[in-house]
Nanobody, 123 residues
Framework: QVQLVESGGGLVQAGGSQRVSCAAS????????MGWFRQAPGKEREFVAA????????EYADSVKGRFGISRDNDKNVVYLQMNSLKPEDTGVYYC????????????????WGQGTQVTVSS
């Protein structure tokens, strides 16, 4: 199993930047790709971004494309989500997750989840 711990959330003004991190431990060699999802109050969990663990491939939700960047450091087993030009609608709990296989945008593909970190964007 893989254990995930997110950090770096907080309160930021609209237009600002924030970086959240996710540290993985355990059977990290089982990971094929890693993703970020978010959930706002009263809304469903939604895909934000994903990255291959071993290949130079990323994918983004249309709502964050051009503003967010996902990256990883395999030596440290950490995945990052750099969020720029933040908007109030980016507010939510951000979760990182890992998967062996499946569809990157589908949360049901992911086997391990972190506890989440709150990101609040004020207008």
């Amino acid at each position: 199993q893989v254990q995930l711990v997110e950090s770096g959330g907080g309160l930021v003004q609209a237009g600002g930047s924030q970086r959240v991190s996710c540290a993985a431990s355990g059977h990290t060699s089982d990971i094929s790709f890693m993703g970020w999802f978010r959930q706002a109050p009263g809304k469903e969990r939604e895909f934000v971004a994903a990255i291959s663990r071993n290949f130079d491939a990323t994918e983004y939700a249309d709502s964050v494309k051009g503003r967010f960047g996902i990256s990883r450091d395999n030596d440290k087993n950490v995945v990052y989500l750099q969020m720029n030009s933040l908007k109030p609608e980016d507010t939510g709990v951000y979760y990182c997750a890992t998967a062996h296989s499946g569809t990157w945008r589908d949360w049901t593909s992911y086997n391990s989840w972190g506890q989440g970190t709150q990101v609040t964007v004020s207008s």
